[in-house]
T-cell receptor, first 112, second 117 residues
């Protein structure tokens, strides 16, 4: 079946550091891939997405590239801020719409 | 445009009771999905509705049920509550198959935090 594997956290960084969160997936065909972010006490917000191989999603300085050959969708940001402290979830959707399958989430803590 | 609204935000129940959670989707969205979030199991899919029909169901016992109304609002019900049902229950809405293929995006509510004592 389909699955999503994320690197375990917490990931602790200093402000302005480079952030990478690894995400790999197992799925048949060509799923759509997503990164969602959850701030304390809130629901999930879509950060970025990619729907086909080699697509790059980007938003708010975050980027991720859909790599079919390595079945990966790693999240990167060049210079993090304290406000980026949150839990980040990688997710896939196998169908053209509907339910998402999530990774375990990676907590990111950015210190001043 | 108002976002996804979940009510109530917090609930405290005791074992054996039942509970109903409500979700109002974004206007125009016809698909609603429910997820359970716990520290141990992470985010797990519960069910998904489109046009009042359950399209998918996750691997949860029959104590978990849901429905969708003609105005796309959805409710989920958990009967005979157990301690392990304590979780954050998240609802997400999207346009569904009318979104034009892979552009369908799920928007999440803030969740209902259920505590079972």
């Amino acid at each position: 079946g389909n699955s999503v594997t994320q690197m375990e956290g917490p990931v602790t960084l200093s402000e302005e550091a480079f952030l990478t969160i690894n995400c790999t997936y197992t799925a048949t065909g060509y799923p759509s891939l997503f990164w969602y972010v959850q701030y304390p006490g809130e629901g999930l917000q879509l950060l970025l997405k990619a729907t086909k191989a080699d697509d790059k999603g980007s938003n708010k300085g975050f980027e991720a590239t859909y790599r079919k050959e390595t079945t990966s969708f790693h999240l990167e940001k060049g210079s993090v801020q304290v406000s980026d402290s949150a839990v980040y979830f990688c997710a896939l959707r196998h169908d053209s719409w509907g339910k998402l399958q999530f990774g375990a989430g990676t907590q990111v803590v950015v210190t001043p | 445009k108002a976002g996804v609204t979940q009510t109530p935000r917090y609930l405290i129940k005791t074992r054996g009771q039942q509970v109903t959670l409500s979700c109002s989707p974004i206007s125009g969205h016809r698909s609603v999905s429910w997820y359970q979030q716990t520290p141990g199991q992470g985010l797990q899919f519960l069910f998904e509705y489109f046009s009042e029909t359950q399209r998918n169901k996750g691997n949860f016992p029959g104590r978990f049920s849901g429905r969708q109304f003609s105005n796309s609002r959805s409710e989920m019900n958990v009967s005979t509550l157990e301690l392990g049902d304590s979780a954050l229950y998240l609802c997400a809405s999207s346009q569904g198959p009318t979104s034009g293929g892979h552009e369908d995006i799920q928007y999440f509510g803030a969740g209902t935090r259920l505590s079972v004592l």
